[in-house]
């Protein structure tokens, strides 16, 4: 069985910064497709940013897109999300997701694995 663990949310100003972890257990790590997905109150669940195996091929919302950073160590069995100039529409409770294998696919429903969730709050 899978475990994700998300860790690092809080309350933060428009524009500072946080970094989100995720420690993954229970499965192959560096086999993993990793995603950071977000949801807000009221809204659907969203892809944030999207990492394959090695690293290698990477996707970004277009709302984040030179603001985040999807990054893994597969020795850690750690992915995280570094949040720069964040701003009050990010605020969401974010999530980390697991797939087996290559995938390039942003769809939630894709993702069998997922982490518990950490708030992230941008005031204004």
């Known amino acids: 069985q899978v475990q994700l663990v998300e860790s690092g949310g809080g309350l933060v100003q428009a524009g500072g910064s946080l970094r989100l972890s995720c420690a993954a257990s229970?499965?192959?790590?560096?086999?993993?497709?990793m995603g950071w997905f977000r949801q807000a109150p009221g809204k659907e669940r969203e892809a944030v940013a999207r990492?394959?195996?090695?690293?290698?091929?990477?996707y970004y919302a277009d709302s984040v897109k030179g603001r985040f950073t999807i990054s893994r160590d597969n020795a850690k069995n750690t992915v995280y999300l570094q949040m720069n100039s964040l701003k009050p529409e990010d605020t969401a409770v974010y999530f980390c997701?697991?797939?087996?294998?290559?995938?390039?696919?942003?769809?939630?429903?894709?993702?069998?694995?997922w982490g518990q969730g950490t708030q992230v709050t941008v005031s204004s």
């Open positions: 997701a697991a797939v087996s294998g290559t995938y390039y696919s942003v769809r939630p429903d894709d993702y069998p694995f």
């Open positions: 229970g499965c192959t790590f560096r086999s993993c497709t």
């Open positions: 990492i394959s195996w090695n690293g290698g091929d990477l």
